[in-house]
T-cell receptor, first 114, second 111 residues
């Protein structure tokens, strides 16, 4: 049990669909992250929230829209995605974005765009 | 650009032997380093971390060594077991708390 739960585990969608990924952490952390993991590439940080405020957006296309209603929940809304967006999307949390501590990850959502 | 890099994409080790996974980093200002393990179908799992004011840290069956002179980090796994099969990532945190990831090393355990 990781303490960070992501749903769904797998998602197949067409390019015109709208879907959302969900992340929930049970660790009492204040920072949450979205990463994209593609084959043979380093993890790519997408978004960072610290105390519910978005602190980083690493030039992510607007077809990805994050939402953080509280410190325990994080969503990634998807709309009009492209085939190259197929990847594993990982959510992570840490105590505070501004502290050197490890991030704890969920098991990801495997996204396939048809 | 600056990055964290791994020397080998794949490492094969005999079960019971020690494994050594290496990582080079290029930013001498980095002050915190983390090793993660990612098993198939799962997210990265924290293994061990080390701060730049240390050169060695030990956990359960794992040891991380930091050589700041040559900007090199290594993860040593003692008595490697089949459950150690995974991709291992090193990551560094710089002064702005940005986490920089390497591409990963796949550890294969031979019976």
């Amino acid at each position: 049990e990781t303490g960070v739960t992501q749903t769904p585990r797998h998602l197949v969608m067409g390019m015109t669909n709208k879907k959302s990924l969900k992340c929930e952490q049970h660790l009492g952390h204040n920072a949450m992250y979205w990463y994209k993991q593609s084959a043979k590439k380093p993890l790519e940080l997408m978004f960072v929230y610290n105390f519910k405020e978005q602190t980083e957006n690493n030039s992510v296309p607007s077809r990805f829209s994050p939402e953080c209603p509280n410190s325990s929940h994080l969503f990634l809304h998807l709309h009009t995605l492209q085939p190259e967006d197929s990847a594993l999307y990982l959510c992570a949390s840490s105590q505070d974005r501004r502290v050197n501590q490890p991030q704890h990850f969920g098991d990801g959502t495997r996204l396939s765009i048809l | 650009g600056e990055s964290v890099g791994l020397h080998l994409p794949t490492l094969s080790v005999q079960e019971g032997d020690n494994s050594i996974i290496n990582c080079a980093y290029s930013n001498s200002a980095s002050d915190y380093f983390i090793w993660y393990k990612q098993e198939s179908g799962k997210g990265p799992q924290f293994i061990i971390d080390i701060r730049s004011n240390m050169d060695k840290r030990q956990g359960q069956r794992v040891t991380v060594l930091l050589n700041k002179t040559v900007k090199h980090l290594s993860l040593q796994i003692a008595a490697t077991q089949p459950g150690d099969s995974a991709v291992y990532f090193c990551a560094e945190i710089r002064g702005n708390y940005q986490l920089i990831w390497g591409a990963g090393t796949k550890l294969i355990i031979k019976p």
